[in-house]
């Protein structure tokens, strides 16, 4: 089992950033993935932007450059430094790690609420 624990959510002005943590309870480095989901109210939840593979990124289209993931897997740790927010992003914000080795799962934390005022 892998306990994920997002923070960094909050209120912030259109054109704004935040950064968002995510810290794992256990180690990262075998997982498939790791990353960021989103999800709007009465919406479905969206790919925001993960590791996969090793070293490659996937992002959201919505993203458009204005997003980055990093990741410190020595402290279990992964952040999604988001800029130029928009009020569209605003939504709840999960931290998401697959593994299809031991431990075997979706592991989903919490999330963490962003909201952007216009």
């Known amino acids: 089992q892998v306990r994920l624990v997002e923070s960094g959510g909050g209120l912030v002005q259109a054109g704004g950033f935040l950064t968002l943590s995510c810290e794992a309870s256990g180690s990262l480095i075998r997982a498939k993935t790791v990353g960021w989901y989103r999800q709007a109210p009465g919406k479905q939840r969206e790919l925001v932007a993960r590791?996969?593979?090793?070293?490659?990124?996937d992002y959201g289209d919505f993203v458009k450059g204005r997003f980055a993931i990093s990741r410190l897997y020595a402290k279990n740790m992964v952040w999604l430094r988001m800029n130029d927010l928009k009020p569209e992003d605003t939504g709840t914000y999960y931290c998401?790690?697959?593994?299809?080795?031991?431990?075997?799962?979706?592991?989903w934390g919490q999330g963490t609420q962003v909201t952007v005022s216009s």
């Open positions: 998401n790690a697959q593994f299809i080795l031991e431990p075997e799962g979706d592991y």
């Open positions: 590791f996969t593979n090793g070293d490659n990124t």
